[in-house]
């Protein structure tokens, strides 16, 4: 039973071209490029998809899509700056709904018969909260995204209180 019951749940995305832009373009309002670099400069969107598509099976890919081909039918790449962070706006108010239902649904498994039909449909964690969480995992395990977010000071000496200079990065690795 256990294998048929995970069988084929990682199948691979297939994202036409238009949906990676798509992915990049969402990515970038999420880390845009300001003074330091964006979530498209470091490669997140080529991340994401290989995170989907290597570490989450097929409830997050049914929903993933789900996002993807909703901001596909409103034309997202379309629409102006404004526009789309009014649509991601939606999207995110959206998720917070659809993540009260994934929480029950994670808390009712029914019986082990029903099991492997719930689980053919079953969605897995939003789009906008796989989107978000993908992004900046991306952005911050890239060599980039942490030079332009951390700062390297070894400590060789020892621990004390220190001024921070105007415009010095708060964190350190």
């Known amino acids: 039973m256990g294998e048929r019951h995970w069988s084929g749940l990682r199948d691979k995305l297939n994202l036409s071209a238009q949906q990676k832009q798509l992915i990049a373009e969402v990515a970038e309002m999420i880390i845009p490029r300001t003074d330091t670099v964006g979530a498209k400069d470091v490669g997140v969107p080529a991340f994401i998809e290989m995170m989907i598509n290597d570490c989450y099976y ?8 789900a996002g993807v081909k909703e901001l596909e039918g409103l034309k997202f790449l379309q629409m102006s700056a404004t526009q789309k962070v009014e649509a991601l706006k939606l999207v ?8 009260k239902a994934y ?3 994670t808390i009712k498994f029914g019986d082990n018969q029903d099991l492997e ?3 053919a449909v079953k969605m897995g964690l939003p789009f906008w909260r796989l989107m978000k969480e993908l992004t900046l995992l991306g952005y911050y395990t890239s060599e980039g995204g942490t ?9 060789p000496g020892k621990f ?3 001024k921070l200079k ?8």
């Not at 995110?92 to 993540?99: D, F, I, R, S, Y």
């Not at 030079?147 to 400590?155: C, D, G, H, I």
């Not at 105007?166 to 690795?173: A, D, H, L, N």
Request: charged share 25%; aromatic share 10%; glycine share 2%.
């Open 58 to 65: 097929a409830p997050e890919h049914r929903s993933f899509m």
């Open 92 to 99: 995110e108010q959206k998720a917070k709904e659809e993540m």
């Open 103 to 105: 929480n029950a649904q």
């Open 117 to 119: 039909a719930m689980n």
């Open 147 to 155: 030079k332009a977010s951390f700062e390297y000071a070894p400590n």
């Open 160 to 162: 004390e209180l220190t």
């Open 166 to 173: 105007p415009g010095q990065k708060t964190i350190v690795y």
